[in-house]
């Protein structure tokens, strides 16, 4: 018996040397080089002739056995299993020919054709082509180390300071709290932690004028889970569902996976324009519109609630960074407007407290509550970040999370201000900006040409400053515009990467001339 080479290749993928062995074993037989019936070797043989311990051989004979690749009598030895089936090729084996072997491009279309058909649902299928994107065009190298570049995207934003020792306590009580039992049977909900839902609900009714109750709560890792698993609730194959254009590309995803027809809703400066849609379902940014930063009216407000309730349908509100406001007290969400149980509230602690915590929640309509619960045990049987999740909502319910808050939008504020300031003053007129009284990014529309935009950010990204293109979340043709996210940005980076601004454009103006 000699599986030397499937060994070795074993070894490459595997730290633990009875894994390999049993890897390399299990391929053997399942392609026939073992057939059933056959002895193998005693642990003492197979341990000299591969150098491994007879402990490794043995475990994995012990793992062949216990999933039925092999039968074992005491005193006679191990034999392959003699009713197992043998397969022809294995696919580690024909994956390996086909590095070895050119194909022809129809061939390769033909395999991966039959394939896929073979293996995936049109749920699978889908959710492959729109994971599937055109590499974007790089850029030219630039000088600048990346350790030394000032990004204008999203960064990891992480606790400091009291907030820091205050979830540090929260943290410490949380164990202690689960160490010590919390009074009732947590694990059988899969909505999540009781204490958490009951602090939302708290948070919410002071700060929102949200009334709900902790069961219309359910806990989720990041909004994004929560909204996709609403999709797969409220979304039929074909079914047309309203999106803003511009809006997180999240969304469309989530839809499109589904089978779900996207229609874009156009905006104004005052957020989404209400239309009587033919449609059952819109997913809208009211407090602040994702990515312009435009806030909705209540008269558009009070249109939307009007339209679901004549189409009995259902509005799922995201209010992602509503909780940084530095200019005037926010407009009640639509959830607060809403007296006919249509709209679905979706909220993330993702940015308001540290990127790494992976916490959204839904308040739900009473009616819709359990369905969401019951697609979130299919994933999640058992609450998920349990930990987390209780020390969250003791750093509420001690009155942390507002001071942190209260923190936070000072610091934001100040950073928000240093970089209006600083455009202005620098770079004025290269950007329309949206109305940004609030959130952790501003987004301003190109005040020239799409070429002239490109040739710009070619060369700022030669200066080592980049952005994000709102092209990306755009649903149809618009203006070129940027999305510029400062909060996780220290001030004089700021000031820095907005120099650096000014400097690539300063170039772009002298090649145009000369």
Not at 47 to 59: C, D, I, N, Q, T
Not at 175 to 200: F, K, P, T, Y
Not at 271 to 292: H, N
Request: net charge neutral; proline share 5%.
């Amino acid at each position: 018996m000699d599986i030397t080479i499937a060994y070795q290749r074993a070894l490459q993928q595997h730290s633990h040397k009875y894994i390999a062995l049993y890897h390399a074993l299990r391929e053997a037989i399942l392609n026939g080089s073992l057939q059933p019936g056959t002895r193998l070797p005693s642990t003492r043989e197979l341990a000299a002739s591969y150098g491994v311990s007879r402990g490794s051989v043995a475990e994995a004979y012990d793992l062949l056995l216990a999933e039925g690749y092999t039968e074992s009598a005491v005193g006679r030895g191990t034999y392959v299993a003699r009713q197992l089936t043998t397969l022809p090729i294995l696919q580690e084996q024909s994956a390996e020919r086909s590095e070895q072997t050119p194909k022809s491009d129809a061939d390769s279309a033909a395999a991966g054709s039959d394939s896929s058909a073979r293996t995936l649902s049109r749920w699978g299928e889908r959710l492959l082509g729109l994971d599937r994107r055109q590499p974007m065009k790089p850029y030219p190298p630039a000088d600048v180390p990346a350790e030394d570049r000032i990004d204008f995207q999203a960064q990891e934003i992480l606790l400091g300071g009291s907030s820091l020792t205050d979830w540090r306590s929260a943290m410490t009580g949380a164990v202690r709290d689960l160490q010590q039992g919390s009074g009732h049977d947590e694990a059988n909900e899969a909505g999540g932690d009781r204490m958490l839902r009951e602090a939302i609900c708290s948070h919410l009714g002071r700060t929102r004028g949200i009334a709900a109750q902790p069961e219309q709560v359910v806990l989720c890792s990041g909004s994004m889970e929560v909204i996709v698993l609403l999709c797969q609730l409220l979304v039929n194959e074909g079914d047309p569902v309203i999106l803003e254009d511009p809006c997180f590309t999240g969304l469309y995803r989530a839809i499109a996976a589904c089978g779900g027809q996207v229609c874009p809703a156009p905006l104004d400066r005052q957020g989404i324009i209400p239309q009587e849609w033919e449609s059952r379902l819109l997913i809208v940014t009211p407090g602040r519109q994702f990515p312009t930063g435009a806030v909705l009216p209540l008269p558009r407000r009070q249109q939307l609630l009007q339209w679901a309730d004549r189409r009995q349908a259902w509005i799922i509100e995201d209010d992602y960074d509503s909780e940084f406001r530095w200019e005037g007290r926010p407009i009640e969400p639509l959830k607060a407007l809403d007296t006919a149980e249509s709209v679905i509230y979706v909220g993330s602690f993702s940015k308001s407290m540290f990127s790494s915590l992976r916490l959204g929640y839904a308040i739900m309509p009473p009616g819709l509550a359990e369905a969401l619960v019951a697609a979130k045990r299919l994933y999640d049987p058992l609450p998920s970040s349990r930990l987390e999740q209780r020390a969250l909502a003791r750093f509420i319910m001690r009155g942390d999370y507002m001071r942190h808050l209260r923190r936070m939008t000072r610091l934001y504020r100040g950073r928000h201000a240093i970089f209006r300031e600083q455009m202005e003053q620098q770079l004025p007129g290269l950007f329309q900006w949206m109305s940004a009284g609030s959130g952790l990014h501003v987004y301003g529309v190109w005040q020239h040409d799409q070429h002239s935009y490109e040739a710009f950010r070619r060369l700022a990204d030669a200066c080592g400053v980049s952005w994000r293109d709102a092209a990306d979340y755009r649903l149809t043709d618009g203006p070129p515009s940027g999305c510029f996210i400062f909060a996780h940005l220290a001030e004089e980076q700021i000031r820095e990467g907005i120099r650096r601004l000014r400097m690539a454009w300063s170039r772009y103006k002298s090649t145009k001339f000369h």
